[in-house]
């Protein structure tokens, strides 16, 4: 089946600095692209929709600027959260839409990234 | 894209078969339902996705109903790898701008030695 990698797995950092989430699809590639958040207990909700080559397209209530994505190419996508804090704390998931397969454009996740704002 | 009920929780002995219901009452003609599973602290899995005829893959079958009110998803022979969240979304198949997974609660399934 289609591969996505996300690096890193997991990620403490201090409060106010910038962390950087990348987002792979190592075997198709993918023109789009999407980012997931979520908090325990609790179900994914999308934050964005990122095609490659343009801007990303965020649902209504999340930060375009606190949460920057960028879609340089067909396998790769990067979150950026800006001026992390406490409550950021999150597990951010991202998932690729495979263009090439039997025409159901399924979406493939990637394993998550633990990210810890101390 | 339309909404989808499931039960909060199941539980299941391992073996034996696991049936996942889901309702969708309001699905629209050109909409599939996808599977897919969540193990703790993981990424999604897709399990199986379906329009209106039953489907079969290695890892579960999905039984659709006639008017596609409603669905199951059935894990043959559940084992203990099988505990998960899983996840019954209702979505249109093809690119277009508004085409994409939005996730409901979905159903806890414990799967008991």
């Known amino acids: 089946g289609a591969v996505v990698s996300q690096h890193p797995s997991w990620v403490i950092c201090k409060s106010g600095t910038s962390v950087k989430i990348e987002c792979r699809s190592l075997?198709?590639?993918?023109?789009?692209m999407f980012w997931y958040r979520q908090f325990p207990k609790q179900s994914l909700m999308l934050m964005a929709t990122?095609?490659?080559?343009?801007?990303?397209?965020?649902e209504q209530g999340v930060e375009k600027d606190k949460f920057l994505i960028n879609h340089a190419s067909l396998t790769l996508s990067t979150l950026t959260v800006t001026s992390a804090h406490p409550e950021d704390s999150s597990f951010y998931i991202c998932?690729?839409?495979?263009?090439?397969?039997?025409?159901?454009?399924?979406?493939?996740f990637g394993p998550g990234t633990r990210l810890t704002v101390t | 894209d339309a909404k989808t009920t499931q039960p909060t929780s199941m539980d299941c002995a391992e073996g034996r078969a696991a049936n996942l219901p889901c309702n969708h009452s309001?699905?629209?003609?050109?909409?599939?339902v996808y599977w897919y599973r969540q193990i703790h602290s993981q990424g999604p899995q897709y399990i199986i996705h379906g329009l209106k005829n039953n489907e079969t893959n290695e890892m579960a079958s999905l039984i659709i109903t006639e008017d596609r009110k409603s669905s199951t998803l059935i894990l043959p022979h559940a084992t203990l790898r099988d505990t998960a969240v899983y996840y019954c979304?209702?979505?249109?198949?093809?690119?277009?701008?508004?085409?994409?997974?939005?996730f409901g609660e979905g159903t806890q399934l414990t799967v008991n030695p």
């Open positions: 075997d198709f590639q993918a023109t789009t």
């Open positions: 990122s095609n490659e080559g343009s801007k990303a397209t965020y």
């Open positions: 309001t699905i629209s003609g050109n909409e599939y």
């Open positions: 979304i209702v979505r249109v198949a093809e690119e277009t701008s508004g085409s994409r997974l939005t």
């Open positions: 998932s690729a839409r495979d263009l090439g397969r039997g025409g159901g454009y399924e979406q493939y």
